[in-house]
């Protein structure tokens, strides 16, 4: 079995998750419709305040089920959205795609990966402890980051649960994903 779309999720106001629906609609060089981080310039609280003239590379947040079931053996509960993620994966290594890597959601939908989530604090007031299971330090001291990936829509259209997900690498030297 190939890469799926497990969930889609978006919210129109500020919050930590994100209901999940039974579909999305990305719009082209947005993100996801009604979402509250869709737009050309950044929408996140934390980057707004630093320059909110910055480019949007954060207009739709995807993460890979398979962490759920890794935080589970430590845990934890999670479900699709409630790490504010707009696109759940199952079956994709997210964290391996080089930036630029091209994902095909569905039959329409381009979504362009641009980096790796820097999550905020807010994780461990969803559930504490939390924050030290997807960012840390592994045993040679490299940080890791393992609350999912960002990207950008370049081109439009709905993605449900069950859409099938392809994926087109970049040319030349792959550039290793950091966090945006």
Do not use: W
Not at 90 to 97: E, N, V
Not at 116 to 126: A, E, H, S
Not at 145 to 163: L, T, W
């Amino acid at each position: 079995m190939g890469a799926t779309v497990a969930a889609v999720s978006s919210n129109a106001t500020y919050s930590f998750t994100k209901p999940t629906r039974e579909s999305v609609t990305l719009l082209t060089g947005l993100g996801v419709e009604g979402d509250v981080h869709a737009g050309t310039k950044v929408k996140h609280r934390f980057r707004v305040a630093q320059d909110p003239d910055q480019p949007n590379l954060r207009q739709v947040h995807l993460m890979h089920e398979e962490l759920f079931d890794e935080l589970a053996k430590d845990g934890f509960t999670v479900a699709p959205g409630e790490l504010g993620e707009n696109v759940t994966t199952r079956g994709i290594d997210l964290l391996g795609l080089p930036t630029g890597a091209l994902l095909h959601l569905g039959d329409e939908a381009v979504l362009e990966i641009t980096g790796l989530r820097n999550p905020c604090r807010q994780i461990d007031d969803y559930q504490a402890g939390l924050m030290k299971k997807v960012v840390g330090r592994d045993a040679s001291g490299t940080v890791f980051y393992k609350a999912g990936v960002m990207s950008v829509v370049r081109r439009g259209g709905e993605v449900r649960p069950g859409d099938a997900i392809g994926v087109v690498l970049p040319e030349g030297p792959h550039r290793p994903l950091r966090t945006v």
